[in-house]
């Protein structure tokens, strides 16, 4: 017996051991399979990414079933929901069977589910879009091979989670805190009970805006029968208890089909007014088991029938109080005399059916008491309402009665109302069948809560009829602001209806509005987790509830980094939206005045929102500079020392524009208009046209701010007739590229297109500087630019260096650093002459001038004495080409002008002579290639212009597409159709133009250009 005794227990050692091994050793064979199973299975069957951090197997953990854990866990939406996480959390722990993974083609069976500290959101769009429909259609999967997990879940848990479910189509929000939750039950079977517990520390409940649950807390334990074949659920048992009151419900669903068959019922065991008085909004406090309390309640909902998109249940929500009073242990006055009868009903399947009876109500506060009563037919069709508010209600006694988070609550409200009628009564003017009397008063009421500044209510009426509610003297006063109110209501009823727009008249009068005051001050608890930004965009506003003709004048409002000053609002407003006659006032030294259509305009001051809608503004003056980082002031005449101009990335509007003077850094200009549109940090302009530098200007072009240490510019300028002095003086840009600008003095008229980036300081990156255009002077003299004078001396010529350059037209193009000019004709005196080159910004030049000089000039130099250098220059070169200068009235040269603008160097060509006697040796070759040099120059400039103007109309166009979607149902057809015939009138203007200055060898360009102007319309689609 030893022996075997001896036998056993080795045998059983070793049993152990190799237990133990494999328990060591399995987990690590199949962990690298059973990772990529798992990511490629389940991101195989979802529209979503699932993505874990590392996978950890056991055999202990769960024993005898495989335990799977994955860290950082995360389920990730797709398309709509692109970048939304439905579900975060640290670790997801799965159970299955060992045995599966010896057996090839066997599926893994998931047998539990356990989740830590799990943030999960579920987004329901307007649209009944759901972000937790994940799972790809049928369709998708008709031809894969079948998946390898199945759900046989015998146990799942949830420890310490938070859940989020906002459904935007009724609107609900529900957000769960600390919610733990288990169930236990046999989802592979067809038929089986499941038990779940659930805890949740903190519930709030939202309908349509309104808190009904606050920090609630909610715990629930179901009993529910499950019949997967028939797709029915039945509550065999459950208790719930939210905060102190106990429920209980009975009933089954059934899914069958589509439809939804409900038959529940839900009822208050006990009528203990304590149980009931805990889910009021705030009363549930941590003292609350030293509540005293007095009287009845009973509570009770039912509802039965069919839910679908077309019905909904029938459903009955009856409650009452008897007898009540309430009396918190650290409050010195009881609310006494508590009734209340509540009945809800909707006996159909249309809400159109609901009814509210609330027959009385009424409780008291030492001396006051308030009373009423309720009656509402018809909610969704046509109101018929009845009802009667009288009574006190004494805000400081309310704060001595029941727990409210204000630091000082004083005040009365005194109400005498009687209403009567239905809502057809009040649209069609008939008040004789309403009966509407009565008055709500304010006095001397105040409110602060914690870390706000105290709101203040003077004085205030609001006096019923039947035909309006009027609004008297209402003067509030909140920290900093006042503001005083006088208006209208003009259909009172629709404040029942829950589509119904409520209409009237307001005016108001304030010496200040500071809103930095609750900007600074308020707090808004973040989500558990975030919709995408352009999802957040795409959804829709809120409902509006009111439209009411607007009349406010405020003294100064001030915002985060705005403050405007004679502010005047009169339009039509909406809780989103303003349809203005008039918006205007002062900022600075400027002024402004706006009208059109606004979204949001309130909630974007408050940093809340993104301002939407299509405007037009006028304006006596408008200094940009008061917009800009660290400004000098104006006409400070020092250096400008400019910061990027900031573009909003919460504005997405169009516009029109009309300034009488417009001041950015030192530049002033006149005239100011045009039409343009914000939105993407970015800002487009079209049709701009001013008076500044002694001329006109005209240009097209957007601005992208989207990172302000590298500002991109896209523009296409047609100037006329600006002064060189002026443009040379204030514009830095044309200073370094054209630095001959400071030794002429005339006019000029340019256009072309152009587009690089800036330096944080707004001046204009040359590295990246491209630019095609054509550029003429009608009248202008060049005197005291060092290579025209070095000509004039080596020619030995004086007239040249004061050179009068009168007509003369020329195409250009800056590329990679350098200005390449366009060889052009002019005229000085009666030397014919031209000229063509580039140079290097800051460097090296190369130009070549061709002359026909007549002998007079050449003979006034003292042709044939000894010291005339430049003679002797001349003579030498043409003897090289064996052209006797003694003869031929004229004499063609061409001189190269080379090393940098303030040291020239020069190189001559004798092309020939002409008249009698002339000669034209090699020089007519010369002629030839010269001339067919600039004629490719040309070729080139065109293919440049013509890319410049496509690109630039790519990229206004993508940048536009989605700002225009937005913007559509804003902006009036006629305004679209006037831009259109704008677009057309600037393009063939400009086109003439060009014709006009370029001859007939431009007539190509300006059809080409005259096209590109046409396609390029930021403000619609691209025409074909």
Do not use: C
Request: hydrophobic share 40%.
């Amino acid at each position: 017996m030893a022996k075997v005794a001896k036998f056993l227990l080795v045998f059983s050692g070793i049993l152990v051991a190799a237990f133990l091994a494999a328990a060591v050793i399995l987990p690590r064979l199949y962990k690298d399979e059973l990772l990529e199973v798992i990511r490629v299975e389940a991101n195989r069957d979802l529209q979503a990414t699932l993505d874990f951090h590392d996978l950890h197997l056991s055999l202990f953990r769960q024993f005898p079933l495989l335990s799977i854990r994955m860290d950082s866990l995360s389920l990730t939406g797709k398309g709509e929901f692109e970048g939304m996480p439905l579900l975060r959390a640290p670790n997801l722990e799965l159970a299955v069977s060992v045995w599966d993974l010896f057996r090839k083609d066997a599926p893994f069976d998931i047998r539990k589910l356990y989740l830590t500290n799990p943030e999960m959101q579920i987004l329901i769009l307007e649209d009944g879009k759901a972000n937790y429909d994940i799972t790809l259609p049928d369709t998708t999967q008709a031809d894969r091979p079948p998946s390898t997990f199945r759900l046989s879940l015998r146990d799942y848990r949830i420890n310490n989670g938070r859940i989020r479910y906002e459904d935007r189509s009724m609107p609900v929000v529900v957000d769960m805190k600390g919610l733990h939750h288990q169930g236990k039950g046999d989802f592979s079977e067809v038929r089986f009970d499941l038990v779940t517990e659930t805890l949740v520390d903190s519930l709030d409940f939202e309908y349509d805006g309104i808190a009904y649950f606050n920090k609630a807390r909610l715990e629930w334990d179901v009993l529910l029968g499950v019949d997967m074949d028939e797709m029915a659920f039945t509550l065999k048992d459950n208790r719930m208890l939210l905060n102190a009151l106990a429920l209980s419900g009975q009933g089954v669903i059934r899914m069958p089909g589509e439809d939804i068959d409900v038959d529940i019922k839900v009822e208050a065991p006990s009528n203990d007014l304590r149980e009931l008085w805990s889910v009021l909004p705030g009363a549930y406090t941590d003292d609350y088991a030293g509540l005293k309390t007095e009287g009845t309640f009973t509570l009770g909902f039912w509802t039965r029938g069919v839910y679908n998109e077309d019905r909904i249940p029938a459903f009955e929500l009856t409650s009452t109080i008897k007898d009540g009073r309430v009396q918190y242990p650290d409050l010195p006055y009881p609310i006494e005399q508590i009734s209340m009868n509540l009945q809800v009903r909707q006996p159909g399947d249309q809400l159109k059916a609901l009814e509210v009876d609330l027959p009385a109500f009424r409780f008291r506060i030492q001396d006051q008491e308030l009373r009423g009563q309720m009656a509402v037919r018809d909610v969704w069709t046509d109101p018929d309402v009845k009802a009667e508010l009288k009574g006190t209600l004494n805000l400081g006694h309310l704060r001595k009665a029941f727990p409210v988070e204000a630091t000082t609550l004083e005040g009365a409200i005194r109400a005498d109302v009687f209403l009567a009628g239905r809502m057809s009564a009040l649209d069609e003017g008939r008040y004789h069948d309403v009966d509407i009397r009565g008055s709500l008063q304010a006095e001397k009421i105040k409110y602060q809560g914690p870390d706000q500044p105290l709101m203040a209510i003077d004085q205030g009426e609001m006096v019923f009829s039947p035909s309006f509610a009027e609004v008297r003297a209402v003067q509030i006063r909140a920290g900093r602001t006042d503001i005083a109110l006088d208006g209208r209501i003009d259909n009172i009823l629709a404040f029942l209806h829950p589509d119904r727009t409520l209409k009237g008249k307001l005016t108001m009068r304030s010496q200040l509005i500071d809103l930095t005051e609750w900007v600074e001050k308020g707090t808004v608890e973040t989500p558990v987790t975030s919709v995408p930004e352009e999802e957040e965009k795409a959804v829709g506003l809120p409902a509006e509830q009111f439209d009411l003709a607007l009349d406010a004048k405020a003294g100064t409002v001030k915002a985060p980094d705005l403050e405007i000053r004679d502010l005047v609002i009169r339009g039509e407003a909406g809780p989103t939206s303003l349809r203005a006659q008039e918006i205007s006032g002062r900022m600075g030294a400027s002024d402004f005045k706006l009208s059109g259509h606004l979204e949001n305009l309130f909630d974007w001051m408050l940093d809340q929102a993104i301002l939407r809608g299509h405007f037009s503004l006028s304006s006596q003056r408008l200094d940009l500079n008061a917009f800009m980082p660290d400004a000098p002031a104006s006409g400070s005449g020092q250096e400008s020392q400019t910061s990027a101009i900031p573009v909003p990335d919460d504005v997405e509007i169009t516009g029109d524009l009309h300034v009488g003077e417009l001041i950015y850094t030192d530049l002033i200009l006149k005239d100011v208009s045009g039409s343009m549109a914000i939105g993407d940090q970015t800002v487009w302009m079209k049709d701009w046209k001013a008076l500044g530098f002694g001329g006109n200007i005209q240009l097209e072009g957007t601005y992208v701010a989207q990172d302000l240490s590298r500002p991109e510019f896209h523009f296409m300028y047609d100037v006329e007739q600006l002064d060189f002095r002026q443009v040379f003086n204030k514009v830095n840009t044309f200073r370094q590229l054209t630095p001959v600008g400071k030794y002429l003095d005339g006019r000029f008229s340019s256009r072309l297109v152009m587009d690089g980036a800036m330096d944080a300081g707004m001046n204009p990156d040359l590295t990246t500087l491209q630019a095609t255009g054509m550029i003429e002077t009608s009248q202008a003299v060049i005197q005291g630019f060092a290579p025209v004078d070095g000509l004039a001396d080596k020619l030995r010529i004086p007239g040249l260096k004061k050179m009068a350059l009168k007509d003369s037209k020329t195409g250009f193009e800056i590329k990679n650093g350098t200005v390449e000019l366009q060889e052009f004709d002019f005229r000085h005196q009666d030397i014919d002459m031209s000229a063509g080159g580039r140079h290097q910004l800051g460097g090296q030049m190369d130009y070549t001038v061709k002359a026909k000089i007549p002998r007079k000039y050449l003979d006034q130099t003292g042709i044939t004495a000894q010291a005339n250098t430049g003679m002797k220059w001349l003579e030498a070169e043409a003897g090289k080409l064996g052209i006797p200068l003694s003869v031929g009235e004229f004499v063609r040269i061409a001189v190269g002008i080379g090393g940098t603008m303030a040291k020239p160097t020069y190189s001559l060509k004798v092309l020939g002579t002409e008249g009698e006697g002339g000669t034209d040796a090699a020089g007519g070759d010369l002629q030839a290639t010269l001339e067919k040099s600039a004629e490719s120059l040309k070729d080139t400039l065109q293919d440049v212009a013509r890319r410049k103007a496509d690109e630039l109309s790519k990229q206004a166009e993508a940048r536009m597409d989605s700002l225009k979607r937005q913007a559509e149902s804003q902006v009036d057809s006629a305004l679209a159709r006037a831009k259109e015939e704008a677009t057309k009138k600037i393009g063939d203007e400009a086109a003439k133009k060009i014709e006009e200055v370029g001859g007939d060898k431009a007539k190509q360009e300006a059809e080409k250009l005259k096209e590109k102007i046409r396609k390029w319309d930021p403000f619609g689609k691209k025409k074909e």
